[in-house]
């Protein structure tokens, strides 16, 4: 972009060709009010309050949608102005029922800071006293219409960002409403929760259920740290009062991993099981009771000495890499048993010989691609995977992907279409024919020449030869042209992407995740060893627990001992079942449940808000999660307690 001077309030400044004069005002610190402007999202000029003077034009222009160019004139703050954007802020204030008295969002506002910055004391035209709905049907948001301003951030940001495209306009002039998929009741509609609406809004219009009258901004501390919730790695910016959790907001609305999720903004402040807040034994009465950390150890060190030989270690990859290291040496050294794993160790291992299986790999984890790739997609494979409820933020980059850039989406699910609104071709084959399915879009591939010099390597050619069209359809239930139709989808795109998830490893099928990567390989979707394959690790840190090797897999079906550190993850019924029967279980955790309703020994941990350490992400970036919280209670880390226990047992870890 070629530089350009503009001269602004006689000052000269320097700017750069495309940019508004907006952008050029900020960039420069020249102060523009603003209102419907939000960074990151596109400008629309609706709310007038940045209007300036430029020379030459008739009349005030809005500078967040007027492109600067070279030798302008600019005036920003002159006295016509401030009276027009006064009269404008009126006019705004007699449209809606706005009592800054009784809204939430009081103070934090944009709308009433600048009614103090213009000293609008009254309002010289009458008010309207519209009666307008309030939507409170949905589990997290609420939409307040008296409160609106009608500015469009929130629209555009659902369909910029969070790329829903559920709210939009409806009706006109004075009737005229933000909705949801045309009238619908947000709880009712298309909407992901992910509250990009929420934290574009300027006013009290949009807020959250679970932020109400906790906390004003100036009030609390601000504290940025990674997300516990999924493997993407989003970044945090939570707000804290008084050592409690006000509200959690994206640093940013623009960044692949800027936007935030239901699970990220919304659901770690959700109303949590009671909390463990001291150790607990079984008595002789049979009941958990409360006691000492030093009781409670000394009861684990006794039966260790006693089933040392068939115990084994489980922990959660909620935890950070620093906890998950000295679980190990706590096992492998303490403990003396190399009877380990994670509670996704199974996935790893099957993601890991797929892995190994393909062919001229040295890489590991680290042949798969960023997350970013998903954005620059012209095709995207969906294979077993349900990224909305498992990493909504992938859901995000996907439907991004397809509407900002017109990417072709295909699904491969046996039971569901996961993307309804979104998906060009879904392919539904027959249960557990998955990896028929694959060899033959591969086999296709290869037979139509749709792959790049020298990829189709002999072996794998010989290998695919029994994967005829005919017999593939036969077996998956798909019609030959749908088969064929994915196919060249696929291998005409110039930047595929095939993300896969646990639909797939639930299998126990390494070889379909081979064909995967022999996909992406052969049609030459890959940049300098990283094949454009994403997989959906199951927790925040798997990865990192897997790198560290931990996911070696428990030796015995069921073994005598357990130490179970689940933290802050919650149990699950696949969990339960495997547990009972144990003859003694140690269970590190957060909350009461009914896991620790079957354990011999109950240990608190703390929640993710009160550790910190190292996470890394599904794609292999390494994060650093920080503590926002002080422990209630004064309740230990995990590392305290392991180191504890091995004090006891004659070992000093560190």
Known sequence: ????????????????????????????????????????????????????????????????????????????????????????????????????????????????????????????????????????????????????????????????????????????????????????????????????????????????????????????????????????????????????????????????????????????????????????????????????????????????????????????????????????????????SDSIDTRDGESYRIISEGIRLFQNNGRGLDIECPIEDILEADCIIVVGADPEKTNPIISTLVRRAVSQRKAKLIVIDSSRDVFPLWTDLWLKPRAGSEGVLLNGLAKILIDKGLVGPGKAQAELIQSLSQYETGEVSRTTGIE???????????????????IYGEGLLQGNDASSITTILNLANITGNQVEGELRVISLKPCANSRGAWELGLAKGIKQDKPKGLYLLLADERESEELLSWLKGIDFLVVQTSYYSSVTSLANVVLPSPIWAEREGKYVTTDGRVLELKQVLQPKDGLPQDQEILIEISKKLGHRLS
């Open 480 to 498: 030959n042209e749908r088969l064929e139709l994915a196919a060249e989808m696929y291998g005409w795109a110039e930047h595929g992407v095939i």
């Open 1 to 336: 972009m070629n530089e350009i001077t503009l001269a602004i309030n006689d000052r000269q400044v320097k700017g750069k060709e495309g940019d508004t004069v907006l952008e050029i005002c900020q960039a420069n610190g020249i102060d523009v009010p603003t209102l419907c402007h939000h960074e990151g999202l596109s400008d629309v000029g609706a709310c007038r309050m940045c209007v300036v003077e430029i020379e030459k034009e008739r009349s005030p222009v809005p500078a967040c949608t007027y492109l600067a160019r070279d030798g302008l004139v600019v005036k920003t703050n002159t006295e016509q102005l401030e009276r027009y954007r006064r009269q404008i802020l009126e006019l705004i204030f007699t449209e809606h029922n706005h009592f800054c008295m009784f809204c939430e969002q009081s103070e934090d506002c944009e709308l009433q800071k600048l009614a103090y910055r213009y000293q609008m004391d009254n309002v010289r035209y009458p008010y309207t006293f519209p009666s307008l709905p309030v939507d409170a049907l949905s589990d997290y948001l609420v939409i307040d219409h008296n409160r609106c301003i009608l500015c469009g951030r929130c629209i555009r940001a659902c369909s910029e960002v969070a790329a829903s495209h559920t709210l939009d306009f409806s009706q006109r002039g004075w009737k005229a409403l933000v909705s949801a998929d045309l009238e619908q009741p947000l709880g009712e509609s298309s909407c992901t929760s992910c509250g990009a609406c929420v934290q574009a809004c300027p006013t009290g219009a949009i807020f959250s259920k679970l932020n109400l009258y906790k906390g004003k901004t100036d009030e609390c501390q601000q504290i940025k740290t990674v997300c516990p919730a999924c493997g993407v790695g989003c970044e945090l910016n939570v707000l804290v009062k008084d050592n409690n959790l006000v509200r959690i907001e994206a640093p940013s609305l623009t960044e692949p991993r800027g936007p935030l999720c239901r699970m990220g903004r919304f659901r770690l402040l959700e109303p949590t099981p009671p909390r463990i807040t001291s150790p607990l034994v079984r008595g002789k009465q049979g009941e958990l009771e409360e006691c000492s950390l030093d009781k409670a150890v000394q009861v684990i060190v006794e039966r260790l000495a006693e089933a040392k030989d068939g115990f084994a270690g489980m922990i959660s990859t909620r935890v950070p890499n620093e906890t998950l290291s000295l679980f190990n040496k706590f096992i492998g050294e303490v403990v003396g």
